[in-house]
Every structure is written in structure tokens, then in C-alpha cells.
């Protein structure tokens, strides 16, 4: 009954929760309210920022935990999720190491100086992209490091580091690794923590100052964000919503959750996070967008159900834009807007 209710709310809300709501609780935000975005956001600028590449050595943790038999993968939109079958002699067995050579790509803000403090956000890709596909020009990095760079020498958000991994961990050819579709957004948590923030937070100057030891990342955590579109969106809130919310404190997704409200809420409520502030939540999708319905109503379950952790316009938002489907129209301007509320 408790579920029937929350549902039954989560769809009232659904219905109160549109593009004209939102135009009026978010404009002190400085929100992009409709697509196409104005030309203006993306306008050159003198100033530009500077992107590189790092490599790193680190587990394929996915694989492994296929290979050892009891692991997850996202939830279905119609909740019948089933576990996928392992061709047989792939993986090795239960225990082995899996490791794994990945790169990821930095942008680093026009000016950025090795004394200042900066804050990160740890941006994720969709299904069948790679850690290029942000900021590579041979991607949508033209169009992204012109919003970035525009961004920020206007003064409209505060330089930010913004670092683009990848949830794929391939061992070998990647193609083979099809049926583990459903568990890289689960399990990348432990690469974000294990590998990912170590590196990038003793490689540049945030505002941890190098030192990754898990208390100084709780401490800094006002300091660190985390956002993605489709099964990025589903990374958001599978690994970095439930298992790292002691080290992050906003999370962006865009375009998909994939997401069980009850399991959001179960961590949230846990011993280990239920004193945590959520600094801010940004959910964002396109009207016709794929995944629209799903995403709404289980974000809008977990506003309903969480009375005391989220408020709408302060620390929440569902952002809609008319016409917007599953693409990269829609998601450059959430990032935008993500930066216009975090780290606030």
C-alpha cells in the first residue's frame, strides 16, 4: 500500500512538474529554459581551456564480479529485469584479477593554476560512447568546450575542472562484452573511488590539496560532483548517488535512471549517509525523450517520499524541454545548467 501511495504521488507530481513550473522556480537560477539552445551560449571567446588525456591501470570490477557470479545490472524500465547468461570459458575464473589499461579526458579550465582550489565534476557518457565523447573534437567536444569556455569567462559558473571517464572496463575486444551491458553504471563506484578522484585529485590542485585518504574526501566533498546522461544517468545514480555519496555532494542526471526509487531511498535513509545534505540534484530529460517517463516518475517518487531530504528549487529540479529527445541538444544544455547551481 505504502508503494501504491508513493506511486500515486510520484505521478501527481509527474503532471505538476513541467516546462512552465520550472521556468518559474528556476529563473534566479539562470537557467536554459527551452531547445534550441541561442547560439549565444556556445559564441567564441578569447579565453579557452585546455583538454588532456591520462592513462591508468586499474581492475575491470564489472567483469570480475560477473566472473564470480553474484552481481547486479540496472533495472529495466518495466522492472523484469533478468540476469544475463555468460558465454561459457569468456571470463576467468571467480577470484582472478582482471586488469585493465583506461584513459580519461580533463578539461582544464583557461587559466588554471596549480595554487588555487578547483572543484570537479565527474561527467559520464551513454551507452556505447567512450570517455571521448564529451571533449574530443573528433566528438562533441567542439561544441561543449565552446559552452565551457564561454561559461566561465562570462563568470557565469566558477572554473571548474570537468573530467570525462568511461564505466566500460573492456578486457580484450569489447564487443564480446555485450551481455554485462546492465552492470558497468553498478559497478563503476569503485572504480570512481579506487582509481578515478585518486588520480585526477593528486594529479591537479582541488580542493582535497592531494590527499586522497577517505576522510579528507568526506570533508571535501561540497567540493565534488558527479553527472551523466542515459546509462551515465543511470552511473549517477547507481554509483554515484548510493556508494559514493559520502564523497560527493551533487549529482546530475540526465535522460534516464534505470533506477529503482526504493534502492535511492535505501541508501539515502542508510546509517552511513542518512546525516548527509544533498547539495543539489539536477534531473533532467526531453519531453519525448526515451526515457522520459521512467526517469520522471522515479524521480518524482523519491521527492515525494523524501519530504525531508529534497525541496523543489532548492536542492531539486526536474527540468523538461519541450520536443527534446535522447540527444546531445538536450544534454549540453542540463550540463549548463548544472553548473549554474553547483558548487554554490
Known amino acids: 500500500m505504502k508503494k501504491l501511495v508513493s506511486l500515486l504521488l510520484a505521478l501527481a507530481l509527474c503532471l505538476s512538474l513541467g516546462a512552465a513550473a520550472f521556468a518559474d522556480c528556476y529563473t534566479d537560477a539562470g537557467f536554459i529554459k527551452k531547445i534550441p539552445m541561442k547560439p549565444k551560449y556556445t559564441e567564441a571567446v578569447e579565453n579557452h581551456g585546455t583538454v588532456e588525456v591520462l592513462s591508468y591501470t586499474c581492475h575491470a ?117 555485450v551481455f554485462a551491458s546492465g552492470a558497468w553504471p553498478v559497478y563503476f563506484w569503485q572504480e570512481l573511488r579506487n582509481d578515478v578522484i585518486p588520480l585526477i585529485e593528486t594529479t591537479y590542485h582541488t580542493y582535497a590539496h592531494g590527499d586522497v585518504s577517505l576522510e579528507n574526501l568526506q570533508a571535501t566533498r561540497e567540493h565534488r560532483a558527479f553527472a551523466g546522461f542515459s546509462m551515465g544517468s543511470a552511473t549517477s545514480l547507481q554509483s554515484a548517488f548510493i556508494h559514493c555519496f559520502d564523497i560527493l555532494a551533487y549529482i546530475g542526471s540526465y535522460s534516464g ?31 519525448a525523450d526515451m526515457a522520459h517517463d521512467e526517469h520522471q516518475i522515479m524521480a518524482s517518487q523519491v521527492l515525494a517520499d523524501m519530504p525531508e531530504r529534497f525541496t523543489d528549487g532548492e536542492n531539486y529540479c526536474w527540468v523538461e524541454f519541450k520536443g527534446g529527445t535522447h540527444a546531445y541538444n538536450c544534454w549540453l544544455p542540463h550540463l549548463y545548467n548544472c553548473l549554474r547551481v553547483f558548487f554554490k
Request: aromatic letters at 12%; proline letters at 5%.
Open 257 to 287: 535512471s534505470l533506477t529503482p526509487a526504493e534502492k535511492l531511498e535505501a541508501a539515502l535513509n542508510s546509517e552511513e549517509y542518512k546525516e548527509l545534505p544533498v547539495k543539489f540534484w539536477y534531473n533532467g530529460s526531453g519531453s
Open 61 to 177: 570490477y564489472a567483469l570480475e564480479a560477473i566472473a564470480a557470479g553474484n552481481f547486479e545490472i540496472c533495472e529495466s524500465a518495466d522492472g523484469n529485469t533478468v540476469l544475463p547468461e555468460v558465454p561459457e570459458g569468456l571470463l576467468p575464473e571467480a577470484g582472478t584479477d582482471i586488469m585493465v589499461e583506461k584513459q580519461l579526458y580533463v578539461y582544464l579550465p583557461y587559466g588554471y593554476d596549480a595554487s588555487k582550489d578547483y572543484n570537479v565534476l565527474y561527467l559520464m557518457h551513454g551507452g556505447g560512447e567512450d570517455e571521448a565523447y564529451w571533449l574530443s573534437e573528433e566528438r562533441m567536444g567542439k561544441g561543449t568546450l565552446a559552452l565551457l569556455d564561454r561559461m566561465f569567462d562570462k563568470g557565469e559558473a566558477e572554473p571548474t575542472i570537468i573530467v570525462c571517464p568511461t564505466f566500460y572496463s573492456f578486457e580484450g575486444e569489447g564487443e564480446q562484452y
